[in-house]
């Protein structure tokens, strides 16, 4: 289950000497921008639950199925960057709707997915559309709404982004287990035609200036070379044994190689495609690196879950959405307080607590055993969601602080950027960690096992006197090793994420606090 965070928008503010709408235009307009909003979100967190399934129908391991996941985050995370020069150059309005059918089209397309490869390649057109969906849903929100009320729109639109994370994994499971896995896409044609439909008709008269821009076009094929090959070397590695495969070596030297020039250029380009120079600003430089670990390992483990819930414990696609859903009840029932609070409280308090309460949950699971029952596993799921809530709100507070008006779209699109990479590599990173984890746990207990222990001995000749074969008897003895193994590499993960979210504590103090009431910091550590 994916979570996007109530972060700024990374396109240009909202239009400028706009009337607030009202009546039934705004309630309207309201719906369409959040149904949009709820549709995009939900999207990234609905195949969670339904990995075991389609890769299972499509032929290929779960760990190769995550990829459905990854493809789809790291096509949205190159895309995000260009929403900013995409609405200057066609207008907030009609970026906006066009994101929205061409998202659709993608989602059915996705549906009539016949293999891996043709799933994975209309997942990533899926995310590249959807880059500039959520910041513009903002933008457009932002400017139906009179100033003093912008807090109550950003209120209900980050509600409508937690909200879709709990609905995901529910209606995942249940559209997986009562009808196929393509039905978590044909889900989207309804409600995003809807969205469409209402938002053109009530904002197309509003739309924002539009005028032609110099694109830094190197600088963008350099940020997918180097995010793609990254992605796949992460992704394959496992598959390829790392290092030992020269493809894999290829991937990592092309990564680097690009990555360095891509810096180079983007430092000294007039209009770079990314804004590196906000990496100067202390506040920018140390909060994004927070969030955007921080999320690599958050959403690393929320894929993590289900697949260790469906594969090695039981679960269905629907039992697995239920005992992950909670975590969007605390979410949604603080995230109100902390938006009122975070102007005064320090925001680095909030985020040292969250992580706090993320590594309590960590280490809550990092004790699941094959016995663990339900109970058990909602308890820290539910603590999960009070952690969501006082996360993503105080430290985008941080990373924006202490920037001028016309450079917080640029780093609200970066720090995305960078948190959207993340939360990509996180999903294969920690996949990739329990496998190993896994193999290793699996050789001891074989070795414990095969030293002539009793247990393993009796349950063996249990089996074969319940009339199954020696090789029937054997398999679900190392059935019943995998399960354990399993579990205990799942424990490792979560006990390893754990330990870096203390650590990360240390990180966020390198900051300066933001001002209350939106004045100037002490020291943002700022470039301007």
């Not at 906006?96 to 009539?112: A, D, H, K, Q």
Request: proline content about 6%.
């Amino acid at each position: 289950m994916s979570t996007t965070a109530p972060a700024a928008p990374s396109a240009p503010p909202a239009p400028a000497k706009l009337q607030p709408l009202s009546g039934a235009a705004l309630v309207l307009g309201t719906l369409s921008l959040s149904l949009a909003t709820f549709m995009n979100v939900l999207d990234s967190s609905i195949a969670n639950v339904s990995i075991p399934a389609i890769s299972g129908d499509l032929g290929v391991s779960p760990n190769q199925g995550t990829w459905v996941i990854t493809s789809f985050g790291v096509a949205n995370a190159i895309s995000v960057p260009l929403t900013g020069w995409l609405t200057q150059r066609f207008g907030a309005v009609r970026l906006f709707t066009s994101s929205i059918v061409l998202f659709v089209l993608s989602s059915w397309l996705c549906g009539f997915a016949s293999s891996i490869e043709m799933l994975i390649l209309f997942r990533v057109l899926q995310g590249l559309v959807a880059g500039p969906m959520i910041p513009l849903s903002q933008t457009l929100l932002l400017s139906s709404y009179p100033p003093a009320k912008a807090g109550m729109a950003l209120a209900l639109w980050g509600v409508t982004t937690l909200v879709a994370p709990v609905v995901g994994p529910l209606l995942g499971g249940w559209l997986t287990d009562n009808m196929t896995w393509p039905w978590i896409f044909y889900i989207n044609v309804p409600v995003g035609l809807a969205a469409a439909g209402v938002t053109w008709a009530i904002y197309r008269k509003r739309d924002t200036p539009t005028r032609k821009l110099p694109i830094d076009s190197f600088g963008l094929v350099l940020l997918v070379v180097w995010v793609g090959a990254l992605q796949l070397m992460l992704d394959k590695g496992k598959e390829l044994d790392w290092f030992s495969s020269t493809q894999i070596t290829i991937l990592a030297l092309v990564a680097a190689v690009s990555f360095a020039v891509f810096v180079v250029w983007e430092l000294t380009q007039e209009h770079p495609v990314v804004d590196l120079n906000l990496f100067k600003g202390r506040n920018f430089a140390m909060g994004a690196v927070c969030l955007s670990i921080a999320y690599g390992l958050f959403f690393g483990n929320v894929v993590l879950m289900p697949l260790w819930l469906q594969q090695w414990m039981g679960y269905t696609a629907t039992s697995a959405g239920m005992a992950l859903a909670p975590v969007g009840l605390f979410a949604i029932l603080l995230t109100p307080l902390v938006g009122k609070k975070v102007a005064v409280w320090d925001p680095r308090r909030m985020a040292s607590g969250a992580f706090v309460v993320f590594a309590m949950v960590l280490y809550l699971r990092s004790e699941f055993t094959t016995q663990t029952d339900i109970y058990h596993i909602l308890i820290p799921t539910l603590m999960q969601g009070a952690a969501m809530a006082f996360f993503f709100i105080p430290l985008t507070t941080i990373v924006l602080s202490g920037q001028p008006p016309e450079r917080i779209p640029a780093a609200a699109g970066l720090s995305n950027f960078t948190r959207i990479t993340a939360g990509a590599m996180g999903t294969s990173i920690a996949t990739t960690v329990w496998e190993d984890r896994a193999v290793l746990h699996h050789a001891h207990l074989t070795e414990s096992l095969n030293n002539g222990n009793s247990a393993y001995l009796s349950t063996l000749e249990g089996l074969k006197a319940s009339g199954l074969t020696s090789e029937q008897a054997l398999f679900q003895v190392n059935r019943l090793i995998d399960q354990q193994a399993f579990t205990r590499a799942a424990d490792d993960v979560f006990f390893a994420s754990g330990l870096i979210f203390l650590l990360l504590i240390g990180l966020i103090w390198f900051t300066s606090r933001p001002a209350r009431h939106g004045a100037a910091p002490a020291d943002a550590g700022g470039a301007h």
